[in-house]
């Protein structure tokens, strides 16, 4: 038998080695388990609940109620409030410019028709096409004034393209103007639509008849047709006789530029335009 300091035995352990006064401090064991599982079932529901918005998170820096930060960028509108009108974002919008080309014909090529007294046609479309652009330019249009074989008229783009030209000398007693489009035209209602436009406000501005029995291949094969956009509405006006004619042509030409700018405005603005 071994003999123990003390003299005293122990109570012997029990089965698990827990003394009698440690299983008293525990407490019952169901009773814990039963804590545990309802925080982790109040968590459970915490977690489900605050998504919906009846549970709200406080901030703890802030100590007070917050929203929540809408990360799409909407802005919440409170219910019953007033209706968050949007601020119409206002483009920076650029008036359209109507362009216009004008052909000042045979400028920079030759003098086209010369009558006996040396007045000769260059010189006549000049100061025509001059004015046209101007009175143009007045209007806020964009205008080229371009020579007889200009190099801009390669694959030009404009609202409409004009090229003034003057008649000969040679015909005493033959007056009146005319107009024409290419006789191959890629948009022939448009192109009809320019040379009426010009026809209605030229002869209502000038008095001139229209003589469309004159017109010649120079006019509807015009070289100018086949270099520009194909899409560039074109073309051609014998503004009058030089013999005949000339008091018009040359004494007044202000009012021969203003039939044609009326012509031009019907078409690219529009008739209520002019
Ligand atoms: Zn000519």
């Known amino acids: 038998m071994v003999k123990q300091a003390g003299g005293t035995t122990q109570k012997p352990r029990g089965q698990h080695g827990k003394l009698p006064s440690q299983e008293r401090d525990a407490g019952n064991p169901w009773i814990v388990g039963g804590m545990v599982r309802f925080l ?25 109620e917050q929203l929540p930060t809408p990360e799409s960028g909407l802005a919440i509108i409170p ?13 920076e919008e650029t008036p359209h410019k109507y362009r216009a080309g004008i052909i000042a014909g045979h400028t920079g090529s030759d003098s086209g028709a010369v009558c006996p007294d040396g007045l000769q046609e260059v010189t006549v479309n000049m100061v025509i ?50 107009v024409a489009r290419a006789e191959s035209s890629y948009i022939p209602s448009d192109e009809d639509a320019l040379v009426g436009c010009i026809v209605k406000y030229y002869r209502g501005r ?29 073309a051609i006006i014998e503004v009058g006789f030089m ?10 030409p202000e009012l021969v530029a203003q039939g044609i700018v009326e012509g031009l405005v019907c078409f690219v603005e529009g008739e209520e335009g002019r």
Not at 139 to 162: C, K, T
Not at 169 to 178: D, H, I, S
Not at 223 to 234: F, G, L, S, V
Not at 243 to 252: I, T
């Open 79 to 91: 219910l019953g409030g007033p209706t968050a009108t949007p601020t119409p974002v206002v483009a």
């Open 40 to 64: 982790v079932g109040l968590t459970f529901l915490a977690a489900l609940i605050v998504p919906t918005g009846l549970l709200r998170i406080i901030s703890p820096a802030l100590g007070s």
């Open 206 to 234: 000038t008095g001139l008849e229209f003589d469309a029995n004159t017109i010649t291949f120079d006019m509807t094969r015009y070289h100018a047709y086949y270099e520009i956009d194909r899409n560039t509405p074109a």
């Open 129 to 178: 096409a001059q004015q046209v652009v101007a009175l143009l330019e007045e209007r806020g249009w964009e205008v080229d004034l371009l020579e007889e074989f200009d190099p801009r008229l390669n694959g030009y783009q404009a609202d409409a393209l004009l090229s003034i030209h003057a008649d000969s000398c040679v015909y005493p007693g033959k007056t009146g103007f005319k």
């Open 243 to 252: 013999l005949d004619d000339r008091a018009l042509l040359v004494d007044r």
